[in-house]
Nanobody, 128 residues
Framework: QVQLVESGGGLVQPGGALRLSCAAS????????MKWYRQAPGEERELVAG????????EYSDSVKGRFTIFRDNDKNIVFLQMNSLKPEDTAVYYC?????????????????????WGQGTQVTVSS
């Protein structure tokens, strides 16, 4: 049974920090790129950050670049999102996403048939 379980959300003051975790099970974690999305009330879900299968390549939305860091531990099947200098506009439900599976040969990876897995989300509220 595939599971992505997020944790670490909560209420924090502006300028504060949180670390979100997403524990994965039921699939080959190391063959999936991992991403964090967020969705604020009345807004569409947006990509926040992503990390490639081996962890060497990351991507960030412009709104969080320089403040958030995504990293993964393939031995423990966990992906993290370290969020610093939080702003009220970061308030949203944050979702963990796994996309793959990738097949890699050297530095080249490809995905034949895409599968997406989603977590249930964790609420982050930035407010004074």
């Amino acid at each position: 049974q595939v599971q992505l379980v997020e944790s670490g959300g909560g209420l924090v003051q502006p300028g504060g920090a949180l670390r979100l975790s997403c524990a994965a099970s039921g699939f080959t974690f190391s063959r999936y790129a991992m991403k964090w999305y967020r969705q604020a009330p009345g807004e569409e879900r947006e990509l926040v950050a992503g990390v490639a299968v081996a962890g060497g390549t990351t991507e960030y939305s412009d709104s969080v670049k320089g403040r958030f860091t995504i990293f993964r531990d393939n031995d423990k099947n966990i992906v993290f999102l370290q969020m610093n200098s939080l702003k009220p506009e970061d308030t949203a439900v944050y979702y963990c996403n796994a996309v793959g599976p990738f097949t890699c040969s050297g530095n080249a990876c490809y995905m034949a048939d895409r599968i997406d897995y989603w977590g249930q989300g964790t609420q982050v509220t930035v407010s004074s």
